[in-house]
């Protein structure tokens, strides 16, 4: 079946220091999304990207599609404490009528002031 | 954006008993809503995909009999942990989908069973 994959799965940063995240798919998505729970919340959506090679900025955060749109990957410019949290990337299900997403196991953040 | 609430944001129940959580989508309309169960640092796991007006869709290894679903109107899904035991202790989070790409998650309901 579809496996998304995440790396790292930890990441302990000074603040001010940089930080990236990936996530590769087993398969083509046609589209992957972004999103950020803090610690004891619910997810958020952060953003979606659906164009091969596509990259989006988000104030410090830039996020890029692959050319072959199986990975992707975020980046944190200068990390602050309120950037802790966990990232997760997912992508829609094969064919999914649905539209269910399945997830990576996320990349934990902690930023240390 | 769209606001999807879930209540109740936290339950504590008897071993046995069943627990009922809601989840309403305040500002649109979601045909589709999913059910995911996320342990302590761990992924958001699928449960299942209900459709208004329709059976839900259960994933792999998910009892239907046990996690009961249903989507009796656009803004409106719940879930029902029937006879649960501490092994249903999780956060159960649902989502709406607003006819585009994007899901809406909703708060979650911290479940714990004794």
């Known amino acids: 079946g579809q496996q998304v994959m995440q790396i790292p799965q930890y990441q302990h940063v000074q603040e001010g220091e940089d930080f990236t995240t990936y996530c590769n798919s087993s398969t083509t998505l046609s589209n992957i999304q972004w999103y950020k729970q803090r610690p004891g919340g619910h997810p958020v959506f952060l953003i979606q990207?659906?164009?091969?090679?596509e990259v989006k900025k988000q104030k410090r955060l830039t996020f890029q599609f692959g050319e072959a749109k199986k990975n992707s990957s975020l980046h944190i410019t200068a990390t602050q404490t309120t950037d802790v949290g966990t990232y997760f990337c997912a992508g829609p299900f094969s064919g999914g009528s649905n539209y269910k997403l399945t997830f990576g196991k996320g990349t934990l953040l902690t930023v240390n002031p | 954006g769209a606001v999807v609430s879930q209540h109740p944001s936290w339950v504590i129940c008897k071993s046995g008993t069943s627990v009922k959580i809601e989840c309403r989508s305040l500002?649109?309309?979601?045909?589709?809503m999913f059910w995911y169960r996320q342990f302590p640092k761990q992924s958001l796991m699928l449960m299942a995909t209900s459709n208004e007006g329709s059976k839900a869709t259960y994933e792999q290894g998910v009892e239907k009999d046990k996690f009961l679903i249903n989507h009796a109107s656009l803004t409106l899904s719940t879930l029902t942990v029937t006879s649960a035991h501490p092994e249903d202790s999780s956060f159960y989070i649902c989502s709406a989908h607003s006819g585009t790409d994007t899901q809406y998650f909703g708060p979650g309901t911290r479940l714990t069973v004794l």
């Open positions: 990207l659906v164009k091969s090679g």
């Open positions: 500002d649109f309309q979601a045909t589709t």
